[in-house]
């Protein structure tokens, strides 16, 4: 069965780094484009960073450009969030996602990540 399974999330002052990454197994990695969502406190969840199935084209939120990395190893059936610059409002539980063709979601269980000083 599908699985994804985050980690790397904590506690962090504000400007420093964090690197989430998110195993995937059940599926053909290397086949599917993978996402990376987050969902603070009382708000509705959004997208952060998407990455296409060879690694070559990413997109991000607007609020998360020049300071988030999304990246992959097919090899290791791995996505990761590599966070710079962090502020206490990217505050939130980090979620990976992937869609099936048939349009069924997965997401993993979530990691913490926490913006404070």
């Known amino acids: 069965q599908v699985q994804l399974v985050e980690s790397g999330g904590g506690l962090v002052q504000p400007g420093g780094s964090l690197r989430l990454s998110c195993a995937a197994s059940g599926f053909t990695f290397s086949m599917k484009s993978m996402s990376w969502y987050r969902q603070a406190p009382g708000k509705e969840r959004e997208l952060v960073a998407s990455i296409n199935r060879a690694g070559a084209s990413t997109d991000y939120a607007d609020s998360v450009k020049d300071r988030f990395t999304i990246s992959r190893d097919n090899a290791k059936n791995t996505v990761y969030l590599q966070m710079n610059s962090l502020k206490p409002e990217d505050t939130a539980v980090y979620y990976c996602?992937?869609?099936?063709?048939?349009?069924?979601?997965?997401w993993g269980q979530g990691t913490q990540v926490t913006v404070s000083s």
């Open positions: 996602y992937y869609l099936t063709l048939g349009n069924t979601a997965y």
